[in-house]
């Protein structure tokens, strides 16, 4: 993750704030931060699941004026951060996934869950008389 800043009136080119490789971050409700040692707070909510992550750095910052600021993620990071904030979510589709698993085990008698139905007589069709 990269959160860079350039002028907004006048700009002369982008300014680091802050880098950080998030899938490496430590994790945790309540941890310490400093210079060379980001850390990701996880934040629960009245569910006691994780509701938001906030990125605590360090960063020398000498500015003055209007800045854009911009925030790059890479699609490991954004997986990592999804996996943070929903692993009630994870867990539970890992269950239900194995539970779909067991019972075609149990319904098709073998361990192979590709294997096929088996096969049931064709029924004739239904003939109506007049």
């Given at each position: 993750m990269r959160?860079?800043?350039?002028?907004?009136?006048?700009?002369h080119g982008e300014v680091t704030i802050t880098e950080?490789?998030?899938t490496a971050v430590k994790a945790d409700e309540k941890?310490?931060?400093?210079?060379n040692n980001p850390g990701l707070v996880l934040?629960?909510?009245w569910s006691r699941h994780v509701r938001q992550v906030q990125l605590c750095c360090f960063a020398q910052m000498r500015f003055t004026g209007d800045y854009a600021v911009r925030v790059t993620?890479?699609?490991?990071?954004?997986a990592r951060l999804y996996?943070?904030?929903h692993a009630k979510e994870i867990e539970e589709l890992k269950r239900v996934q194995l539970t779909i698993a067991d019972a075609s085990k149990f319904?098709?008698?073998s361990d192979d869950p590709s294997a096929e139905l088996p096969?049931?007589?064709?029924q004739p069709a239904f003939e109506r008389r007049f």
């Amino acid at each position: 993750m990269r959160i860079t800043a350039a002028g907004w009136a006048r700009n002369h080119g982008e300014v680091t704030i802050t880098e950080a490789d998030l899938t490496a971050v430590k994790a945790d409700e309540k941890l310490t931060y400093g210079p060379n040692n980001p850390g990701l707070v996880l934040s629960k909510g009245w569910s006691r699941h994780v509701r938001q992550v906030q990125l605590c750095c360090f960063a020398q910052m000498r500015f003055t004026g209007d800045y854009a600021v911009r925030v790059t993620l890479e699609k490991e990071e954004i997986a990592r951060l999804y996996a943070l904030t929903h692993a009630k979510e994870i867990e539970e589709l890992k269950r239900v996934q194995l539970t779909i698993a067991d019972a075609s085990k149990f319904i098709l008698g073998s361990d192979d869950p590709s294997a096929e139905l088996p096969q049931t007589p064709a029924q004739p069709a239904f003939e109506r008389r007049f």
